[in-house]
């Protein structure tokens, strides 16, 4: 086993560290013990449906539902739909596909919409408590008095509207007698409060557009801040966890609980997930996927759940990694060399070791004195690492391939693969020997002709010889032609999104290799069967059948390599 990456996290606020207890745990247990809530412990995740969900709302996920699991609690899934613009059925399916692939289950499906009645009867209470008033400015207008963080904001003629005319208005705007933009709803908070989320937030806008649910019905729309923290009292969450950024929100979260006089949610932030050589938000995954700078969602160079799962991984290697990355208070940047260790651990233990050709021009073996015509079946160990072995069919003949790379004509010392006159060992098979190399009239080597060692069959070798290299193959007439993805980061800096550049410059230009490859076909068979999924493909990393392939070229994305190879690259430079 390797060491895993260090996070960045400190101890104290580690999710485990020690079986402790994370400080949202800290919180959720006080308040048990002081009888909050009847002891009870409610979550939800809160998507907004605009997009397909990413490794951060992993962290979001395994965090709302692994603590009600831990107290006995339930989680909601809520979806935050109260932006008819951006969001799509699509994402609504692809989320609750995510959620579950990752192995939780909610208690309630919710849709902020379904609250949308009872989200505007709120605002009419607070416009009748004179807390609430129909402002005409334009957003621009808005902006300008709102002041700054040292400066108070400036307070409009609107302000002082009477609770009847306000009434009226926001009657009229819900139906539809104004144009979007020409007015909002606002709170009337504080336009002279250090914290600028409480300068008379917008509640609602008006948006003459169709929801992907209620349709036509509304055509105003409640802003985040009205919608989620009222969403949450509603359905009486408990603790209703959050990324920092919504911390200066907090105040204004509670003051509509206060002067609503509903249930009384607790916010708790944490901090967001970000992750070396990605970018974490939908916004720009969406370009990504509407620039054609990927090929979908799923592409499995994505950080989005649909493209990790496509890569290769499961639900158990990012709820580790979940897991082991823990809750903090501020926000950091996570090496993905840590989500790369969790699937390796993983794949390490559970995957069969098989052997593909990678090379567009692989090597022609030919054993001249392995009869023409024989065949023989080779039983192959899996994996190394397994309780009880188990074997593999491997066919074996007289011509194999292997790859360019494993032989040199010329080679350094200790070049340990195969040479003119050197011997290696095919893996699982026979020792053999390089007898003469044969090229074509450029000069370019077409094949290698050999001679093999019968008494050196592997399992049996009673040749009494030793050679210091194993090289794989795969059996010319057996081989099944496949196309290999091999990926690399998808940016070519640590931290694009603290870049000044254009994020979409950052790009890595070779984050998507394809190659040619030949490779055992019982391990095709198996994987379209869907019995063995992934695979190590020996010397060459962990591979998983992608969607892609037909019924005449599979196709293999690799999951990962096996060894860490990128900071050694870093360094050469
Ligand atoms: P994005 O900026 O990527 O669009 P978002 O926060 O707008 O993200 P939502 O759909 O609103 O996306 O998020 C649903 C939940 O997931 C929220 O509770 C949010 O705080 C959480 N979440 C989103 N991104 C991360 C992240 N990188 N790390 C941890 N939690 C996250
Ligand atoms: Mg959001």
């Given at each position: 086993m390797t060491e895993a990456p260090k996070e960045s996290n400190e101890r104290d606020e580690r999710?485990?560290?020690?079986g402790s207890l994370n400080f949202i745990e800290q919180i959720v247990e006080e308040d048990i013990a002081a009888g909050k809530n009847g002891g009870r412990v409610h979550t939800r995740f809160p998507p907004e449906p605009n997009g397909y969900l990413h490794i951060g709302h992993a962290k979001s996920i395994c965090l709302n539902f692994g603590l009600a699991d831990k107290y006995s609690g339930q989680t909601n899934l809520r979806?935050?739909?109260?932006?008819?613009?951006?969001?799509d059925t699509e994402y609504v399916d692809s989320i609750k596909n995510d959620v579950r692939w990752l192995g939780f289950e909610w208690e309630n499906e919710y849709y902020a919409s379904d609250y949308f009645d009872q989200l505007y009867r709120f605002a009419e209470t607070l416009i009748q408590k004179g807390l609430a008033y129909v402002d005409d400015s334009t957003a621009e207008e808005i902006a300008a008095q709102k002041g700054t963080p040292t400066e108070p904001g400036r307070m409009n003629q609107y302000r002082d509207r009477s609770v009847d005319q306000n009434l009226d208005l926001f009657r009229r705007m819900k139906a539809g007698e104004f144009s979007d933009g020409s007015k909002v709803l606002r709170a009337k908070v504080d336009m002279a409060s250090p914290n600028m989320q409480l300068r008379d937030p917008i509640m609602y806008r008006i948006k003459h557009a169709h929801h992907h649910r209620t349709g036509d019905t509304w055509c105003i729309y409640p802003m985040y801040d009205f919608a989620h923290g009222q969403s949450d009292a509603i359905e009486h969450i408990t603790h209703s966890l959050c990324t920092l950024e919504f911390e200066v929100h907090r105040p204004l979260y509670e003051w509509f609980i206060q002067q609503l006089d509903i249930f009384p949610s607790r916010q708790i932030e944490f901090a967001r997930l970000n992750l070396t050589y990605t970018v974490m938000s939908k916004r720009k995954l969406k370009q990504l996927v509407e620039e054609g700078?990927?090929?979908?969602?799923?592409?499995?160079?994505?950080?989005?759940i649909a493209g990790i799962r496509r890569r290769g991984y499961t639900p158990a290697s990012i709820r580790e990694f979940c897991d082991r990355i823990g809750i903090a208070k501020r926000d950091n940047l996570i090496d993905v060399g840590l989500l790369e260790f969790c699937i390796r651990e993983e794949l390490n233990k559970t995957t069969p070791r098989v052997m593909a050709v990678l090379d567009e021009k692989p090597l022609r073996l030919v054993i001249t004195n392995y009869e023409l015509g024989r065949e023989e079946e080779l039983n192959i160990e899996?994996?190394?690492?397994?309780?009880t072995m188990t074997y593999r069919r491997v066919p074996f003949s007289r011509e194999v391939y292997i790859e360019r790379d494993d032989f040199m004509e010329n080679p350094p010392k200790k070049f340990f693969r195969l040479f003119p006159g050197g011997m290696v060992r095919l893996k699982g098979a026979y020792i053999i020997k390089c007898d003469e190399v044969v090229k074509d009239n450029a000069g370019e080597i077409i094949e290698l002709r050999c001679s093999y060692i019968?008494?050196?069959?592997?399992?049996?070798?009673?040749?009494g010889i030793n050679v210091k290299g194993t090289i794989h193959w795969v059996s010319v007439p057996h081989a099944v032609e496949a196309e290999v993805r091999l990926y690399d980061r998808l940016f070519s800096v640590e931290n694009p999104a603290a870049?000044?550049?254009?994020?979409?410059?950052?790009?890595?230009?070779?984050s998507l290799e394809v190659v040619r490859a030949f490779v055992e076909p019982a391990l095709v068979e198996a994987a379209r069967s869907g019995s063995q999924t992934n695979f190590q493909f020996m010397r060459k990393g962990y591979f998983i059948l992608d969607s892609d392939s037909t019924a005449e070229r599979p196709v293999f994305n690799r999951t990962v390599t096996l060894k860490d190879g990128w900071a050694k690259e870093q360094k050469k430079g």
């Open positions: 999710s485990n560290a020690g979806f935050d739909d109260t932006n008819p613009v951006t969001e700078h990927v090929s979908g969602w799923d592409d499995p160079r994505m950080p989005t899996n994996n190394p690492e397994e309780e019968p008494e050196s069959r592997s399992g049996s070798d009673t040749s870049d000044e550049r254009e994020f979409r410059e950052l790009l890595n230009p070779n």
